[in-house]
């Protein structure tokens, strides 16, 4: 059929001759998910893509993610720091050491002054260089930190509200931006989102709104082993999934972002390469555990965690997911050795109900709040039936509540006990969530103090006993120590089931086979320097 | 007829304001918010609220509203929450983009229309006549977003001779009138010609078969005219109808397709309401629906203009 095609695309075909210029073996073309592009001015916007796209290229942080490996979770390592550590005998107190010789894109140096300059564009309304916007993307990723100075030219000294072990992570979040740039461009970070300047391994050279970001090799980065192979890195907006899959496959990009699990089989029979790997994602229901809630005894939580068919809605997703068995997957330093086992056993679910008091006429009655469609969400609408069949079987009455993602994120800025809640009669939620580092996956969910709008902990739990644990967590400076207490925290929350755990994402992209050198981390973000065109 | 395109110029003026006003209650009114589209799930309440009284959330929805239009009318359209961007620099953007598509489905679904209605009209065997019926059938039935995606899988996928997506060559920025660009045009303006073509060659059928049943057409017949010179009395005749279709479906096609921009990341009006929608980027869709919403009223101001020159038996006030 396509041959009589072919013949009527001749002429059309002439037309388009040179529509597909040739690049050099060293420029990458990546389609991104994002409608637009990224923030460039420091912080990025929307989500870890921007933070992958346009943070960790053109900027750096004080602490940055080692994304070397492909076998181990991604963890801290240092970045423009080389050092940091409490003060003795002040927990409160943080010295980091920041590394010297480290250039702008622009040429300007970076030291203690700078990186008072950017905290003070963030959290200080008052600073003539204070930018809502960045600000509206940094400030809940440091809320402890309190007071920031200058010790001397390549020192500064921290300070947060409590003692805070993981505070290090906290600051991998912050990237430095050129105070000569903005200077240099008006003090309009507008102008400066056009022509950037981070410290950061690629340099921005084109930014044109809603069609692509140009990146390109910055030879003077600070890390001689980081320095990019590739000439360029293009990044295209394209929201739609069909649009991504058919530019990767007509070869206009060379790399994709999620492609749509039911695209996976073509893409692979037109020879690309899809690239997993595991990730701190967790697609889980947060339930209400306020009084009345039939989420409050555990025996109703074990029996949803039991009625699940994982391998089901794994293979409804072509397998692009893992089944979880908690916040994070087996094998992640965290997940210690919970005693509940989180697995398909129906038969042990509906016993579980009985012993709750719950019959075919007397059904625990759950409302959960869903998303058509959102960040991370993976395929929610699909998924959340899929789940709902399961639940039911078991002798749950399952109901949803079904919104567009902006509603449902803003659903979730109040507790379950909320008007938006009440009015909607629902007793869980459905959003997924990153849990990068030990207050992204345990604090701002589980502790008591984290009720939104302080934090994330939506369903209200209150458990002085994990409280305690996660206190113990975030006070142990120890490394190996805060690590056997996180793996505490996660085996408490499992064994308490207290939230439903149903998938882990697989971070799934899709890229031609003339990408080379790509190792796919254990994270959100991905480190592009690496990488070589064939 | 000057003070009739003045007197219509002025009425533009409050269904302006009413659609400026009907745009804010809409957006307004849907659920979510800009603030939380901005920043990651779980900020705390005091930055939201910050960010609030910095963007003017804060303030009653009326007063919301008057600060608004005070900044509108000195034509500054304010600023996108979204990107931070001047709205009136995005709009300006965007809009140029989807007129290049808009202009170039329009000519291809008009004039294709006009010769496929008229002939069909004209047409002595029934055959010809199903098949345009059918065609302007599948015009205005098939789901253009639908058609787009599987063009993209015939010309970009498998035969490869288009490209699938964007306004132009990665090497360039913007569009302009060259082969490469003219490339990535051809897809979406398929596409997006589909629905016009479909309902213009239906009122360009009916409306010359209504033409050629009328006496004056017996009447050139008996006078000896040729066939052509009948024609054209015809087409005269069928033009103020056909137009005021032509107009607004020009129309809609300016408005740009969300759909179709978004299938083929077309940084047109559709795409950029689109990512506003998501974001509920507030400024940038008051900003944008407010100018189509005049560029529409212009449309069918011009168009009525036409008419009126066409056929000088439609006056007009």
């Known amino acids: 059929m396509f041959k009589r095609v072919r013949v009527a695309a001749a002429s059309v075909g002439l037309l388009a001759a040179t529509a597909m210029p040739a690049f050099s073996q060293g420029t990458l073309r990546i389609g991104m998910t994002a409608a637009d592009i990224p923030q460039t001015t420091g912080q990025p916007d929307q989500g870890f893509e921007g933070f992958r796209f346009a943070g960790y290229t053109i900027y750096d942080a004080l602490v940055n993610w080692d994304l070397s490996k492909a076998d181990a979770i991604a963890d801290i390592k240092p970045g423009l720091a080389t050092e940091w550590a409490p003060v003795e005998g002040e927990p409160t107190k943080w010295i980091f050491k920041l590394r010297q010789g480290v ?37 809940q990723r440091v809320p402890t930190l309190i007071a920031w100075k200058a010790v001397d030219k390549y020192t500064v000294e921290l300070t947060t509200r409590v003692a805070n072990a993981l505070f290090p992570y906290d600051m991998s979040y912050i990237f430095y931006s050129s105070p000569k740039r903005w200077e240099e461009l008006g003090k309009d970070w507008v102008k400066v989102a056009l022509q950037p300047s981070g410290t950061g391994p690629f340099k921005v050279d084109r930014a044109v709104p809603r069609e692509r970001l140009e990146l390109a090799r910055f030879d003077g980065y600070w890390d001689k082993s980081r320095v990019p192979k590739l000439d360029k ?104 050795s919970p005693s509940f086992d989180i697995k398909y056993d129906p038969a042990a679910a509906k016993k579980l109900l ?18 058509t469609s959102g960040s991370g969400q993976m395929l929610p609408l699909p998924m959340n039936e899929y789940v709902q069949e399961n639940l039911n079987a078991v002798g749950f ?33 459905n959003i997924s969530r990153a849990t990068v580092d030990p207050y992204s996956a345990f604090m701002r969910l589980y502790h008591s103090d984290f009720v939104p709008p302080k934090g994330a902990n939506w369903g209200i739990l209150k458990d002085p006993k994990l409280d305690e644990l996660i206190n113990k967590a975030h006070s142990s400076f120890d490394r190996a120590a805060q690590t056997k207490a996180l793996a505490g925290v996660h085996s408490y929350i499992v064994d308490q089931a207290y939230w439903v755990y149903i998938a882990h994402d697989l971070n799934p992209r899709a890229m031609s086979p003339k990408v080379t050198g790509f190792v796919q981390a254990q994270s959100w973000f991905q480190d592009l320097t690496p990488v070589t065109m064939k | 007829m000057f003070l009739y395109a003045l007197r219509r ?24 918010d800009p603030i939380s589209a901005i920043v990651p799930p779980d900020s705390p309440k005091e930055m939201v609220d910050k960010l609030k009284e910095y963007y ?93 995606i599987v063009l993209v899988i015939i010309f ?28 990535h045009m051809v897809l979406p303006t398929i596409a997006l010609s589909v629905i016009p073509l479909g309902v213009v060659t239906r009122t360009v059928r009916a409306t010359i078969k209504e033409t050629l049943s009328m006496e004056f057409v017996t009447a050139l017949q008996a006078k000896g005219m040729s066939d052509r010179q009948i024609l054209v009395h015809v087409l005269k005749n069928a033009a103020p109808t056909c137009l005021a279709v032509m107009g607004l479906q020009a129309g809609n096609l300016i408005g740009g397709s969300i759909l179709i921009e978004t299938v083929f990341a077309w940084p047109g009006t559709g795409f950029l309401l689109n990512s506003a929608i998501f974001r509920r980027d507030l400024p940038i869709l008051q900003g944008t629906t407010l100018v189509l919403a005049f560029f529409f009223m212009m449309l069918n101001l011009t168009v009525d203009m036409i008419q009126t020159m066409l056929d000088p038996r439609i006056k007009r006030g």
């Open chain 1, 103 to 139: 250039k702008f894109h622009d040429g300007s140096d970076f030291d203690s002054d700078v990186v008072i300059w950017n905290l003070e564009k963030i959290l200080n309304d008052k600073s003539p260089q204070f930018d809502p916007k960045q600000a509206a993307q940094a400030r």
């Open chain 1, 233 to 336: 890195v293009l990044l295209f907006p394209m929201p739609e999934a069909a649009t991504r899959t058919a530019a990767l496959l007509a070869g206009q990009v060379d790399w994709i972002e999620v492609p749509a699990p039911d695209a996976v089989p073509r893409l692979k029979q037109g020879g690309m390469v899809i690239v997993t790997n595991k990730y701190p994602h967790n697609w889980a229901y947060q339930p209400s555990m306020v009084e009345g809630s039939p989420w409050s005894d555990v025996r109703v939580r074990k029996a949803a965690n039991l009625a699940i068919d994982r391998a089901g809605i794994s293979k409804l997703l072509g397998g692009l997911m893992i089944e979880s068995k908690g916040v994070v997957y087996p094998g992640h330093p965290w997940f210690g």
């Open chain 1, 354 to 371: 009985a012993e709750a008091g719950y019959s075919a006429t007397k059904k625990p009655k759950i409302k959960i709040a869903i998303s």
């Open chain 1, 397 to 429: 009455d399952t109901e949803f509540e079904v919104m567009e993602w902006n509603a449902l994120v803003t659903f979730s800025f109040q507790p379950v006990t909320g008007d938006a809640s009440k009015k909607a009669g629902t007793n869980a939620i």
């Open chain 2, 9 to 32: 110029l002025i009425y533009l003026v409050p269904v302006a304001f009413g659609v400026s006003l009907l745009v804010f209650a809409l957006v307004h009114l849907a659920p979510g």
């Open chain 2, 56 to 148: 003017g959330f804060d303030k009653p929805l009326p007063v919301q509203y008057l600060r608004w239009l005070g900044v509108t009318l000195t034509g500054d359209l304010g600023t996108s929450i979204g990107t931070g961007r001047p709205v009136a620099t995005e709009v300006t953007t965007a809009f140029g983009n989807t007129i290049i598509l808009a202009i170039a489905a329009s000519l291809l679904a008009f004039s294709l229309a006009i010769v496929l209605g008229t002939a069909a009209a004209y047409a002595k065997s029934r055959l010809v006549d199903r098949l345009v019926t059918s065609i302007s059938l599948v015009g205005v039935s098939v789901p253009h977003f639908w058609l787009a």
């Open chain 2, 156 to 183: 970009a996928v498998e035969l490869g001779v288009l490209p699938p997506m964007g306004i132009g060559p990665e090497n360039s920025t913007g569009w302009r009138f060259d082969r490469a660009h003219l490339a």
